[in-house]
């Protein structure tokens, strides 16, 4: 049997490529808008596309906020996409006084526009591996991904490995913290390395 993933499905975020991008990667997605089926999945992923506090309404309205806490607190292996990885900090400069998650301690940073660097971050750049995280175990690095985004992940936010990218300053492109997976790019539109992230995910998160 193929390792079976619930896809949250709360009104912001890619539902369709991801669950695609999921399936070639040899997953089973259920996708679901019930907060109900949180508790007996598996897995979880947590797409998130837009801007923070309206995601984070979006979420928190959908009822699956408690549920998911609940789960990840218990262990259930989550994967977080785009603003689904930034949902997991404490909070965005994109929207103070909206709270995120708070699984990982940190805020979410704006990059500062240059002459020879437009915000937001817009095309493919590389990824070099920190530590030992299952989402990059044997990639050959530096790999390369495609990103779309304004905000970041800085480098002093704790977490046991990652990816890091630069962008007039080095981000998490990528980390892994305990149960707790993300990426900032998108793996549906990286290629062969977006889909190599996400088999890893399949094999060494989930055991299948």
């Not at 408690?66 to 977080?80: E, F, I, S, Y």
């Not at 301690?105 to 530590?131: C, H, I």
């Not at 997976?181 to 390395?193: L, M, Y």
């Amino acid at each position: 049997m193929t390792p079976e993933v619930l896809l949250l499905d709360y009104g912001a975020g890619n539902v369709r490529s991801a669950a695609k991008a999921l399936e070639r990667a040899g997953m089973t997605v259920r996708v679901s808008d019930s907060p109900a089926d949180v508790p007996h999945a598996p897995a979880l992923v947590v797409p998130g596309q837009g801007h923070f506090r309206q995601v984070m309404e979006a979420f928190d309205t959908s009822g699956f906020h408690g549920p998911v806490m609940d789960a990840t607190r218990a262990g259930t292996p989550l994967l977080g996409i785009c603003v689904g990885m930034q949902m997991l900090l404490s909070g965005s400069e994109e929207a103070p006084g909206t709270p995120g998650l708070n699984l990982v301690p940190g805020t979410v940073r704006r990059f500062e526009a240059a002459p020879d660097r437009k915000v937001p971050q817009m095309g493919w750049n590389s990824l070099d591996k920190v530590g030992d995280s299952p989402l990059l175990r044997d990639l050959a690095c530096p790999a390369y991904a495609y990103f779309v985004h304004s905000y970041y992940v800085p480098l002093g936010v704790d977490v046991d490995a990652g990816a890091i990218t630069e962008y007039g300053v080095p981000f998490w492109a990528a980390f892994s913290h305990g149960n707790l997976h993300a990426t900032q790019f998108h793996p549906e539109k990286s290629g062969a390395v977006g889909l190599a992230i996400l088999e890893r995910f399949r094999r060494h998160v989930l055991g299948g």
